[in-house]
């Protein structure tokens, strides 16, 4: 009974055995032609293939099955995959020292239909997370609604939600009679923000900035943070995720460079947005330099909010879902994202910049928070086709910093507007705060501009 019973096992154990070959074979069938398709050395990949075989013991049946399939396939695909695609792969190669297995899939991920199934590639292992979960989220916010879920695996941090729960009321007491100057800020860009509605959201996010302030006393609070921090606790509903994916955002998305309190680390990223105007909108860059105006007069709440100011939360209805494009594209690919927002934006108004003064093109940059472009569905999709066509890459924009410092270099006076900021930046060491702009400005919209410095008006 027992040899029969040790028979019973071996066979089931067997049986299991030739399951999971099964599935590891239609895997890897699935795979052979991307070896193929992307032009990947064919001594690495029948390596790869033999390697795979042996691992999972699939037997030589299977093996010649799918070195068949991968030689049938290599003719078919010699000429498919563009040089692009190549160079793409190279670069991740010697960049990120990706196996071969690894590549394969992330190049492949684009023709993965089902989402469920992207999402569960990152659960695989630490390496597929850590390396495939940037392209997957892109993905996945590209083709489906569920930006909820997304962005909340993307930015949690469970310590962090932690962290915010360790600071106590006495702390917040402490923070409020020690920093009067910065309370009273706090409070008064999110009571602006908000006018008499979300009354119970308004103390949230107040709690929320404090607390951040609190247990980032480098970075402490700076004016445009409460426009980011308002919207997470609309969406989320709970202080300490908002709290969670505020700190994250600022940590890993580039953010936290803009909100040191040194102003002048502004100058290369205007610098980098006006030469970005030049190549790709040279007639507007013409007739903007014509009239004396560059990215310092109107950048820096589109930089330091990722467009977040433009919310009226006063009688709103839902978030505007071109909003919600440019932070999908921003939790992608980083602060370089909001380059391509900025010149999509300023390429949509073109036509009507071009017929403006300076007065005149600034008062319709300080409106256009209320603009209806925001919630046209029509340019949200205008804008998801254009993704490729602003290309401020990596590479573009490491060359446009190189040549920001030989120009700081060569003149050892030189700095982007000086002059501008001097009269309209107002930054309070001794109270670890930078005021990006002033109070009046919010309240007086027609004759202050979006870095508080007063209008005025151009002599003829």
Not at 365 to 389: C, H, N, Q, T, W
């Amino acid at each position: 009974q027992m040899c029969i019973r040790d028979r019973k096992r071996t066979e089931e154990l067997k049986d299991d055995i030739r399951e999971n070959s099964l599935l590891v074979f239609a895997e890897l069938k699935a795979i052979v032609p991307e070896l193929a398709y992307y032009c990947i050395n064919p001594k690495a990949s029948r390596e790869l293939i033999v390697d795979t075989c042996k691992k999972y013991k699939l037997g030589e049946e299977l093996l010649h099955q799918l070195l068949l399939r991968y030689e049938i396939s290599r003719p078919a695909y010699r000429s498919s995959a563009t040089k692009k695609e190549i160079a793409e792969y190279s670069a991740q190669k010697i960049k990120f020292r990706y196996c071969n297995s690894i590549l394969v899939l992330r190049l492949s991920l684009q023709h993965i239909p089902d989402c469920k199934a992207l999402l569960y590639i990152m659960l695989l292992n630490k390496q597929h997370h850590r390396l495939l979960k940037p392209k997957i989220c892109k993905i996945v916010l590209s083709r489906t609604n569920a930006r909820h879920n997304v962005w909340y695996s993307m930015l949690y941090s469970h310590s962090y939600a932690e962290l915010y729960l360790t600071v106590t009321e006495n702390e917040i007491k402490d923070f409020c009679s020690n920093n009067k100057k910065v309370d009273n800020v706090i409070r008064m860009d999110v009571e602006r923000s908000f006018g008499n509605s979300f009354k119970e959201m308004k103390e949230g996010v107040i709690r929320v900035l404090r607390c951040y302030t609190i247990l980032n006393p480098k970075t402490s609070y700076c004016q445009g943070m409460h426009c980011i921090a308002n919207l997470l606790l609309f969406l989320y509903k709970d202080e300490p995720v908002a709290f969670s994916m505020l700190c994250k955002l600022i940590d890993d998305f580039g953010i936290s460079l803009l909100l040191k309190n040194d102003v002048p680390l502004f100058h290369p990223y205007f610098y980098k947005l006006n030469r970005l105007i030049g190549i790709y909108l040279p007639r507007l860059h013409k007739h903007l330099s014509e009239e004396n105006f560059d990215a310092t007069l109107f950048a820096s709440p589109w930089l330091l909010t990722a467009f977040t100011y433009v919310i009226q939360w006063p009688g709103l209805v839902e978030i505007p879902p071109l909003l919600l494009a440019f932070l999908n594209e921003f939790l992608t690919e980083g602060v370089k994202s909001l380059f391509k927002s900025s010149l999509f934006l300023l390429e949509l108004h073109q036509d009507e910049y071009l017929r403006l003064e300076y007065g005149s093109i600034f008062q319709s940059l300080s409106m256009l928070p209320k603009s209806k472009i925001f919630y046209d569905l029509g340019i949200v999709e205008e804008y998801k086709r254009s993704a490729g066509k602003y290309n401020a890459s990596n590479k573009l924009l490491e060359k446009l910093q190189i040549e920001y410092e030989e120009i700081c270099r060569s003149s050892a006076n030189y700095s982007i507007s000086s002059e501008i900021y001097e009269e309209r930046h107002y930054l309070y060491k001794d109270n670890k705060i930078c005021l990006l702009y002033t109070s009046d400005a919010a309240d007086d919209m027609q004759c202050v501009d979006l870095g508080g410095r007063r209008i005025i008006k151009k002599k003829k």
